[in-house]
Each structure stands twice: as structure tokens, then as C-alpha cells.
């Protein structure tokens, strides 16, 4: 079977080999309070991948003094820590479960980036369940946010490169090498050997899906060593079971069973469950190819306890099958007929399961999508709503202007008239006084005119009485 490293998991925060845990261990000693859950954790994280019993048991003495401390912070990293412990061993109920808790405390402390690392570390568990489209959808998410912020390229560059490893399941391998060149890029810019040897192993992931698989074992290869100097037994492990599969796809069986064997040993150092069942479901498919059909079963059989305890059924339909074929090699049909029908009846049950969640999926997303829709409509709506009462109210000032307008003017006009009218009854009335003036004035000239006419006339008639007198 093959086992794909996971990007995120051998991303520590210090290569091991920088970390003496020997010191802290006897630092903690020394330690109270917030000061002793710190170095809980560190712990915690560091002997993850070499002594996980160690490891969980500080991870469960932070959580404790976290509570009773009733320190919010501590408590959502010490959960995510001991989570994230659960999620290297293979424990993926009890790693969702503090990774809940960390999602809890951190969404109420508005720790955005804080809960956005919980949920891609939550997504590498439904990569692992096979719910490929459902990680790749988290992870895409969690990357927007990373970029967005910018200043963490050390988890730009694990974000792109889990989102890598999710495209090559889904057979996306354009889409998935350029992601992983930006986790690469990254990788050089930052000389991280962790992360350089991590996006090695995308590479030869990428190279053996599309079966180029010399090109494959040369990136594994080139990964090995950094990951042994930096003391990561969980990528060793993983690097090795990889090389051996590609030995066993160029059926050079001896080297695939030695790599195997080596890989094995490393998963029971770590405790590694999920990891020890692949790989002995990996040499129950080699020693087929050899015809060794009892050493197949053996491997076979304990693969498949643990796969159904896992409740990973996807490794559970490949390990029926190999049993069935074990045991018709081993000439018992009874048996190999037993179990090739409980591979085609978890081949069925996981086509419905994956059909029924599909259509479920859709469905909610597409009743999301129509309330998202409604509302936008609802929303357009208002905004159009808006707009028309802005300009009926517009429309509304412009004629209760124009109507003040023309009430001013016409009152202007009609005082206007007024005024006129008036000034025209004094004209008429200051005509009639004058007229009268005048008439008066002429009567009197014309009286004047007359007494004057008529003492003429007397002048004129002593004048000739005078003339006829002196003749």
C-alpha cells in the first residue's frame, strides 16, 4: 500500500536534533505555572515522533495545569499539542477531540490565525479518512488566510504543500507540482532543511504517481538523509516504507522487503499504528509476489486488526483483498471466497457511503449557495429599493423647489400688480388732482382773460370817445 507523507506532521517548530529534551525534562522539575505548561508542551511536541508515551503524558499534565490555572491560551496550545500527538500516532478520535477543544477555546479568544492552524491540522485527518475534496476545501481556506496576512511563509509553505499531497490523490498533478514549487521556493528562501526534505518527498510522490519511478527513488532518496540527521524517525519510517514500494513496483523484491523490515521497526519504536499497518499490509503484497502465502497471511491478518480498530476502510477493502489472494494461493477457495466477499461488500458499502455523503454534500452546499443567493437577491433588492427613494425623494425636492420657485415668483408678480395698480389710482388720482388744478388755473385765466377783455373793451371805447372828442 502506499503511504504518503504528510506535509504538515513532520513540519516541527525546531529540528530535534537543536532540542535537548534530556534538559528540559529536568527543567520542568524546576518549573510551576504557566512557566511548567510551557515547557509541557514543548516537550509534548518534540518526543512526539521518538517517545510518544513520554510525550503524552506531559501532553495531558499541561492540559491539567492549563484547566486549573484556567488560562484560556495555554489550555487551546496544550490541547492542539497533545492533538496533534494523537494525529502522529495514529489515535485520530482523541486527536479530533483536543483539536476540538482548541477550535472552542480559540474561536472565543478571536484567534483567527490560532484556530485556522487547529482546522488544517483537523483537515489532514480527513485527508487520511480519504475525504479528499473536504481537506482540499479546509486547506485552500486556511492558505487564503496565511497569504492574506503574509508574514508566516513557514506555514504558507506547509499549507501548499499539504494542499500538494491532496491533489495527488485526487490525480490533480498539474495543479499539485505547482503547489508544491511555492512550498519549495519557500523551503530555499528560508534554508530550512525540514521543509526542504519534505517537499523532496511531495516530489518523488508526484513522480510515482505518474510512475516515473526512478525519478521517484532519487527524491526519496536525496530526503533520507536530511531526515535522519534531523532525528525525524516518523519521516524516516515514512521515506523508507516509499523507497520499498518502489522496489516492489520494479519488482526487485529483496530490496523492498529489506526497506519494509527497516521502515516496520522504526513504526514500533514510534508506536506508529497506522504506519505499522501499512507497512505489513505492504509486505503481505510482496511475499504474495514471492509465494509465500503463509508469511502473507501472517502479515495480512495483523494489518487487518488494526485497519478495523482504526476503522480505516479503505485499508481494511485492500487487505481483504490481499487475504482472499493469499489464501488461493494457499489453495484454500473456502477462505479466499470468505474474504473476496468482504472486499466486494466494502467496495459496495464505500460507494454508498461515499455516494450518499456526495449527494449530501451538494445538497447542503447547494441549499448554502441558495440562502447565500436569497440573500444577495434580498439584499440587491433593498439596495434597488434605496435607490428608487432616493431618487423619488430627489425627484420629490426638485418639484417642491420648482413649485416655491413659482409660488415666489407669482407672489412677486401679483405684489408686483399690486403695487403697479396702486401706483397707477394715485397717478389717476394725482391726474385728477391736476386736472383739476388745471382747470381751475384756466378758469381763472379765462376769468381773468374776460375782466381783462372787457376792461380792453372799455379801454378801447374811452379811446375813441376821446379821438371823436378832440376832433
Same mark, same amino acid.
Given at each position: 500500500m502506499k503511504n504518503i507523507l504528510i506535509f504538515f506532521l513532520v513540519a516541527s517548530k525546531l529540528s530535534l536534533a537543536q532540542v535537548n529534551?534530556?534538559?528540559?525534562?529536568?527543567?520542568?522539575?524546576?518549573?510551576?505555572?504557566?512557566?511548567?505548561?510551557?515547557?509541557?508542551?514543548?516537550?509534548?511536541?518534540?518526543?512526539?515522533?521518538?517517545?510518544?508515551?513520554?510525550?503524552?503524558?506531559?501532553?495531558?499534565?499541561?492540559?491539567?495545569?492549563?484547566?486549573?490555572?484556567?488560562?484560556?491560551?495555554?489550555? +487551546?496550545?496544550?490541547?492542539?499539542?497533545?492533538?496533534?500527538?494523537?494525529?502522529?500516532?495514529?489515535?485520530?478520535?482523541?486527536?479530533?477531540?483536543?483539536?476540538?477543544? +482548541?477550535?472552542?477555546?480559540?474561536?472565543?479568544?478571536?484567534?483567527?490565525?490560532?484556530?485556522?492552524?487547529?482546522?488544517?491540522?483537523?483537515?489532514?485527518?480527513?485527508?487520511?479518512?480519504?475525504?479528499?475534496?473536504?481537506?482540499?476545501?479546509?486547506?485552500?481556506q486556511v492558505l487564503k488566510l496565511y497569504e492574506k496576512i503574509g508574514s508566516d511563509k513557514y506555514a504558507i509553505a506547509t499549507v501548499n504543500g499539504n494542499i500538494c499531497l491532496i491533489l495527488i490523490n485526487m490525480n490533480h498533478l498539474d495543479q499539485a507540482i505547482k503547489f508544491n514549487n511555492k512550498a519549495f521556493a519557500i523551503a530555499e528562501e528560508l534554508n530550512n532543511p525540514q521543509l526542504y526534505a519534505t517537499t523532496l518527498v511531495n516530489y518523488a510522490n508526484l513522480y510515482r504517481k505518474q510512475n516515473e519511478l526512478n525519478k521517484a527513488l532519487n527524491y526519496y532518496k536525496e530526503a533520507y538523509p536530511i531526515f535522519e540527521k534531523l532525528n525525524n524517525l516518523n519521516s524516516v519510517g515514512v521515506v523508507?516504507?516509499?523507497?520499498?514500494?518502489?522496489?516492489?513496483?520494479?519488482?526487485?523484491?529483496?530490496?523492498?522487503?529489506?526497506?519494509?523490515?527497516?521502515?516496520?521497526?522504526?513504526?514500533?519504536?514510534?508506536?506508529?499504528?497506522?504506519?505499522?499497518?501499512?507497512?505489513?499490509?505492504?509486505?503481505?503484497?510482496?511475499?504474495?509476489?514471492?509465494?509465500k502465502p503463509d508469511i502473507a497471511l501472517q502479515f495480512g491478518l495483523d494489518a487487518l486488526s488494526i485497519s478495523n480498530e482504526m476503522g480505516t476502510k479503505e485499508n481494511s477493502k485492500t487487505l481483504y483483498r490481499l487475504?482472499?489472494?493469499?489464501?488461493?494461493?494457499?489453495?484454500?477457495?473456502?477462505?479466499?471466497?470468505?474474504?473476496?466477499?468482504?472486499?466486494?461488500?466494502?467496495?459496495?458499502t464505500l460507494y454508498s457511503e461515499t455516494s450518499s455523503k456526495q449527494v449530501a454534500e451538494m445538497s447542503a452546499k447547494y441549499e448554502s449557495e441558495k440562502k447565500e443567493q436569497e440573500i444577495l437577491l434580498l439584499q440587491k433588492d433593498n439596495q434597488l429599493q434605496e435607490v428608487e427613494m432616493d431618487r423619488i425623494r430627489k425627484i420629490r425636492n426638485i418639484v417642491i423647489g420648482g413649485i416655491i420657485?413659482?409660488?415666489?415668483?407669482?407672489?412677486?408678480?401679483?405684489?408686483?400688480?399690486?403695487?403697479?395698480?396702486?401706483?397707477?389710482?394715485?397717478?389717476?388720482?394725482?391726474?385728477?388732482?391736476?386736472?383739476?388744478?388745471?382747470?381751475?388755473?384756466?378758469?381763472?385765466?379765462?376769468?381773468?382773460?374776460?375782466?381783462?377783455?372787457?376792461?380792453?373793451?372799455?379801454?378801447?371805447?374811452i379811446e375813441r370817445n376821446l379821438k371823436r372828442l378832440r376832433s
Amino acid at each position: 500500500m502506499k503511504n504518503i507523507l504528510i506535509f504538515f506532521l513532520v513540519a516541527s517548530k525546531l529540528s530535534l536534533a537543536q532540542v535537548n529534551t534530556d534538559s528540559l525534562e529536568n527543567l520542568v522539575k524546576t518549573k510551576k505555572g504557566q512557566e511548567k505548561v510551557v515547557l509541557l508542551n514543548d516537550l509534548c511536541w518534540y518526543l512526539g515522533t521518538s517517545e510518544p508515551n513520554k510525550a503524552e503524558r506531559y501532553g495531558k499534565e499541561a492540559v491539567k495545569i492549563s484547566k486549573e490555572l484556567k488560562n484560556d491560551s495555554l489550555l +487551546a496550545q496544550s490541547c492542539n499539542d497533545l492533538g496533534t500527538l494523537y494525529l502522529r500516532i495514529g489515535s485520530y478520535d482523541e486527536a479530533l477531540d483536543y483539536y476540538g477543544q +482548541a477550535v472552542n477555546i480559540r474561536t472565543l479568544l478571536k484567534d483567527t490565525i490560532g484556530t485556522a492552524a487547529v482546522f488544517s491540522k483537523m483537515a489532514v485527518i480527513e485527508e487520511l479518512r480519504a475525504n479528499y475534496s473536504k481537506a482540499l476545501e479546509l486547506n485552500l481556506q486556511v492558505l487564503k488566510l496565511y497569504e492574506k496576512i503574509g508574514s508566516d511563509k513557514y506555514a504558507i509553505a506547509t499549507v501548499n504543500g499539504n494542499i500538494c499531497l491532496i491533489l495527488i490523490n485526487m490525480n490533480h498533478l498539474d495543479q499539485a507540482i505547482k503547489f508544491n514549487n511555492k512550498a519549495f521556493a519557500i523551503a530555499e528562501e528560508l534554508n530550512n532543511p525540514q521543509l526542504y526534505a519534505t517537499t523532496l518527498v511531495n516530489y518523488a510522490n508526484l513522480y510515482r504517481k505518474q510512475n516515473e519511478l526512478n525519478k521517484a527513488l532519487n527524491y526519496y532518496k536525496e530526503a533520507y538523509p536530511i531526515f535522519e540527521k534531523l532525528n525525524n524517525l516518523n519521516s524516516v519510517g515514512v521515506v523508507l516504507n516509499n523507497m520499498a514500494s518502489i522496489y516492489e513496483a520494479k519488482n526487485v523484491l529483496d530490496s523492498s522487503l529489506h526497506f519494509f523490515q527497516k521502515s516496520l521497526e522504526i513504526r514500533y519504536r514510534l508506536q506508529d499504528k497506522k504506519g505499522i499497518m501499512s507497512t505489513k499490509s505492504s509486505l503481505t503484497a510482496v511475499y504474495l509476489k514471492k509465494n509465500k502465502p503463509d508469511i502473507a497471511l501472517q502479515f495480512g491478518l495483523d494489518a487487518l486488526s488494526i485497519s478495523n480498530e482504526m476503522g480505516t476502510k479503505e485499508n481494511s477493502k485492500t487487505l481483504y483483498r490481499l487475504i482472499s489472494q493469499s489464501y488461493a494461493q494457499k489453495g484454500n477457495y473456502q477462505k479466499a471466497y470468505e474474504y473476496q466477499n468482504k472486499y466486494v461488500f466494502l467496495v459496495d458499502t464505500l460507494y454508498s457511503e461515499t455516494s450518499s455523503k456526495q449527494v449530501a454534500e451538494m445538497s447542503a452546499k447547494y441549499e448554502s449557495e441558495k440562502k447565500e443567493q436569497e440573500i444577495l437577491l434580498l439584499q440587491k433588492d433593498n439596495q434597488l429599493q434605496e435607490v428608487e427613494m432616493d431618487r423619488i425623494r430627489k425627484i420629490r425636492n426638485i418639484v417642491i423647489g420648482g413649485i416655491i420657485i413659482i409660488l415666489l415668483f407669482v407672489i412677486i408678480l401679483i405684489n408686483r400688480f399690486v403695487l403697479i395698480k396702486r401706483q397707477k389710482t394715485i397717478i389717476e388720482k394725482q391726474k385728477e388732482i391736476v386736472e383739476e388744478k388745471q382747470k381751475e388755473i384756466l378758469d381763472s385765466i379765462r376769468y381773468a382773460k374776460r375782466i381783462q377783455d372787457a376792461l380792453l373793451t372799455s379801454q378801447n371805447y374811452i379811446e375813441r370817445n376821446l379821438k371823436r372828442l378832440r376832433s
